[in-house]
């Protein structure tokens, strides 16, 4: 006799996606959430003034169906994010402006870019979504780094400034911190390159309404009392042929089957009792998580919407490396969403709050002009800090990672399962990769069940 | 009022090592270790017959005079690694035997080993080992893999086939899974490449009459009934300005500082209250230990020896990277030690042992000949499977690791102090590193203490 039927570690999407599954099917879970609330990388906030902004993952492409299919079912409404106008990109010191797909780039550096972006689409291609270990020459690509390829590539300063701003923009983490093949899997696993980075056509076309982490609330209130646990700190799963115990701060729970839905590298910090082989505890200390500060800069209005700039801007010279308009729907005010990613978190995460505003600020002013030195509010959120995600925007593999652990990222371990937007083959990293993966897990679970 | 003064958590050398220093100034201390035995990553073993045998770290050098002194101070005795006569080289079936430094290479690629060689070292001089961060274009060097340099600076395939064997018979892992950086580095902790590299006049000179591990076993004894308390796995180490309470599995001690001593990526798995700096939680996600399976051979004589072999062999064909000579002092019988190393390790770690053992052997026969055809005993440990471990010889740092985080490896956090011999800046991963890494966090508590 167990408690119940499964039990969820983790009270993100992923593990509420696979929740609800499993709950649809009439068995009994309990999902058991570290912190005081749900949505893991989805996070809530609001301005002085109340105006809601999102501090975490926030956005939602049209081909992410099955995240898009989930806001819909919970009622929940998208809308587009604002993207009429011209971007910028600053770069030795000079903003450029513009209307086409230059990302406004010398016409040299622009065209070393797209053959850049060909070379690496072409060779994503080949890769395998569900077994990138299996995929052409993979000990080959897999050793090499995306650093490494880029360097050997091409000599052009512009395009290599902007390879090494794109990549910390989409993965919070450096080229040379992830090998090329995993950034293969990766672009692959999103529809390419343009999809990516794209707003509108792309990953960032899409916002909802009151923010994303009502996806995960709205899941967890449908589950209804009992079922999700919140302020309860798994600490160790002990599992035989049986059963499995899932025990956390204050107490326990016995289950048929355990979903594990949180990062790689925090899965790997439970204990396991037996221990897990060495294959799956090698692969969890080798999928560091990305660095990122979001920050949210408010102004009175979106005064750059007035000189026909659509808010996105390309920063090759600074640490605040991607800006975006994140206005809220109805316009009452300006809000321009800023990240300091990869090394730059590194570097921002060591300044004050007020280091970190006023430095954003000076370049919100370089980017905007004058009109973006006196912001009306500022929040910031370090992921980096948090205790129970440890990073975003998700898990890379580096080096020699995929290759020789990759096998054990989302293959079950006799009653333990694992799910998490890491494992996702398709859309890796972004939310529609963690309700893939909490869907799958799930279904492993009504596999082996009875 | 704290129950001691210092808890140190870890009883392998880094951790005994500290706990001897500070109970010598009267400090009260307790040394918790979540094992029933003590020594860490050093481990007695033996032979069906009662042979011993070590399973873990064995070998210390001459100029690890920490360690040494150690050694001498609890009675203990080395005795000189069997090293008379030829070792053997197997390189695309043929075995070389040799007699000098060239490790039986042809002419060609002994001279361009040995080129590689000098301009790694050339690279390694200016580095600081107290702040590799800091050495000069480090950033330029990080971001480089060390198997991107290798692959850049020679063609030469016997060449490279010999540093892809040397690297994973130094730090059980690849030379895409390191940064070039670390590489230099710990190349230069160790008195550079033939230091590390060598058995007489390098690291492999001498051995513990009886092993290793009765250093820490000396060590606990001395330090007395109740100081060291096995069997109890830390899990939580509350801190705050005035003391410090370590948790573990059936109690806890608080105390005016702690001394973390297992190795980084367990230290990273432990909770801390309040949470650790994203800087230092994003270190000890990216110090993976490498990967190795350590195999004692034994036969009813070291025949090698008759054919005038030293037992030492380089393996550039298949798993079994290794060999040495192990025979015990007595010579009562003659023993093989090898290693399944790096990349060879994950993949001889889905092998059974008998298949282990049978495809041990099939090499031990290619090098030895016939006579290794029939070993009167077999035994192995795989050091990536042992839970309070998770992988030997030690961490390592891939691209941009020590530059982005290195300098919260050892930095004290408060209360918490950090040791284990991925934190000393002289012979690093090293028991002579794990010593000194002892006495420095002893110094600093010392120092911090009124």
């Given at each position: 006799?167990?408690?119940?039927d499964?039990?969820?570690?983790?009270?993100?999407?992923?593990?509420?996606?696979?929740?609800?599954?499993?709950?649809?099917?009439?068995?009994?879970?309990?999902?058991?959430?570290?912190?005081?609330?749900?949505?893991?990388?989805?996070?809530?906030?609001?301005?002085?003034?109340?105006?809601p902004?999102?501090?975490?993952?926030?956005?939602?492409?049209?081909?992410?169906?099955?995240?898009?299919k989930?806001?819909?079912?919970?009622?929940?409404?998208?809308?587009?994010?604002?993207?009429?106008?011209?971007?910028?990109?600053?770069?030795?010191?000079?903003?450029?402006?513009?209307?086409?797909?230059?990302?406004?780039?010398?016409?040299?550096?622009?065209?070393?870019?797209?053959?850049?972006?060909?070379?690496?689409?072409?060779?994503?291609?080949?890769?395998?979504?569900?077994s990138?270990?299996?995929?052409?020459?993979?000990?080959?690509?897999?050793?090499?780094t995306?650093?490494?390829?880029?360097?050997?590539n091409?000599?052009?300063?512009?395009a290599?400034?902007?390879?090494?701003?794109?990549?910390?923009?989409?993965?919070?983490?450096?080229?040379?911190?992830?090998?090329?093949?995993?950034f293969?899997?990766?672009?692959?696993?999103?529809?390419?390159?343009?999809?990516?980075?794209?707003?509108?056509g792309?990953?960032?076309?899409?916002?909802?309404?009151?923010?994303?982490?009502?996806?995960?609330?709205?899941?967890?209130?449908?589950?209804?009392?009992g079922?999700v646990?919140?302020?309860?700190?798994?600490?160790?799963?002990?599992?035989?042929?049986?059963?499995?115990?899932?025990?956390?701060?204050?107490?326990?729970?016995?289950?048929?089957?355990?979903?594990?839905?949180?990062?790689?590298?925090?899965?790997?910090?439970?204990?396991y009792?037996?221990?897990?082989?060495?294959?799956?505890?090698?692969?969890?200390?080798?999928?560091?998580?990305?660095?990122?500060?979001?920050?949210?800069v408010?102004?009175?209005?979106?005064?750059?919407?007035?000189a026909?700039?659509n808010?996105?801007?390309?920063?090759?010279d600074?640490?605040?490396?991607?800006?975006?308009?994140?206005?809220?729907?109805?316009?009452?005010?300006?809000?321009?969403?800023?990240?300091?990613?990869?090394?730059?978190?590194?570097?921002a995460?060591?300044?004050?709050?007020?280091?970190?505003?006023?430095?954003?600020?000076?370049?919100?002013?370089?980017?905007?002009?004058?009109?973006?030195?006196?912001?009306?509010?500022?929040?910031?959120?370090?992921?980096?800090?948090?205790?129970?995600?440890?990073?975003?925007?998700?898990?890379?593999?580096?080096?020699?990672?995929?290759?020789q652990?990759?096998?054990?990222?989302s293959?079950?371990?006799?009653?333990?399962?694992?799910a998490?937007?890491?494992t996702?083959?398709?859309?890796?990293?972004?939310?529609?990769?963690?309700?893939?993966?909490?869907y799958?897990?799930?279904?492993?679970?009504?596999?082996?069940?009875?």
């Amino acid at each position: 006799m167990t408690d119940c039927d499964v039990v969820v570690v983790g009270a993100g999407l992923a593990g509420l996606a696979a929740a609800r599954r499993l709950t649809a099917t009439g068995l009994r879970v309990t999902v058991l959430e570290a912190r005081d609330r749900v949505a893991g990388r989805n996070l809530g906030g609001h301005l002085a003034d109340g105006v809601p902004v999102e501090m975490g993952g926030q956005w939602i492409g049209r081909p992410q169906t099955e995240v898009l299919k989930l806001v819909d079912e919970l009622g929940l409404e998208t809308f587009p994010t604002y993207d009429r106008g011209d971007g910028v990109t600053l770069y030795r010191g000079k903003v450029t402006r513009y209307s086409d797909e230059t990302f406004g780039l010398s016409d040299d550096a622009a065209v070393e870019v797209g053959r850049l972006q060909q070379e690496l689409e072409a060779l994503a291609e080949p890769v395998s979504l569900s077994s990138p270990w299996a995929s052409p020459d993979a000990a080959d690509v897999d050793r090499r780094t995306l650093d490494e390829w880029l360097r050997a590539n091409t000599d052009d300063a512009e395009a290599l400034a902007f390879w090494n701003a794109v990549v910390p923009a989409l993965f919070s983490a450096q080229p040379a911190e992830m090998s090329l093949l995993h950034f293969l899997f990766y672009i692959k696993s999103g529809g390419m390159i343009d999809s990516l980075v794209a707003t509108t056509g792309g990953a960032q076309e899409l916002r909802v309404v009151g923010g994303t982490h009502q996806i995960s609330e709205r899941i967890a209130a449908e589950l209804g009392d009992g079922i999700v646990r919140l302020g309860s700190p798994v600490h160790t799963i002990v599992h035989d042929d049986d059963h499995v115990e899932v025990v956390f701060d204050g107490g326990s729970s016995t289950a048929a089957r355990v979903v594990v839905a949180v990062p790689p590298t925090l899965a790997g910090r439970l204990r396991y009792r037996p221990a897990l082989p060495g294959s799956r505890d090698g692969l969890t200390q080798q999928i560091p998580m990305g660095s990122v500060i979001k920050i949210q800069v408010a102004y009175p209005t979106p005064f750059w919407r007035d000189a026909g700039l659509n808010g996105f801007a390309f920063n090759l010279d600074d640490e605040l490396g991607v800006t975006l308009d994140n206005s809220p729907v109805d316009g009452r005010c300006g809000v321009l969403v800023g990240f300091f990613e990869g090394a730059h978190a590194r570097t921002a995460a060591a300044w004050t709050p007020d280091e970190r505003r006023a430095r954003a600020v000076a370049s919100l002013v370089t980017l905007y002009g004058p009109a973006a030195a006196d912001p009306i509010d500022y929040v910031e959120h370090d992921w980096m800090a948090e205790e129970f995600t440890r990073g975003c925007y998700g898990g890379r593999l580096g080096a020699g990672v995929w290759t020789q652990y990759g096998s054990a990222l989302s293959e079950p371990i006799g009653r333990l399962h694992w799910a998490g937007a890491e494992t996702s083959d398709v859309w890796n990293g972004y939310m529609d990769g963690a309700v893939r993966s909490g869907y799958r897990a799930a279904a492993e679970v009504l596999a082996a069940t009875p």
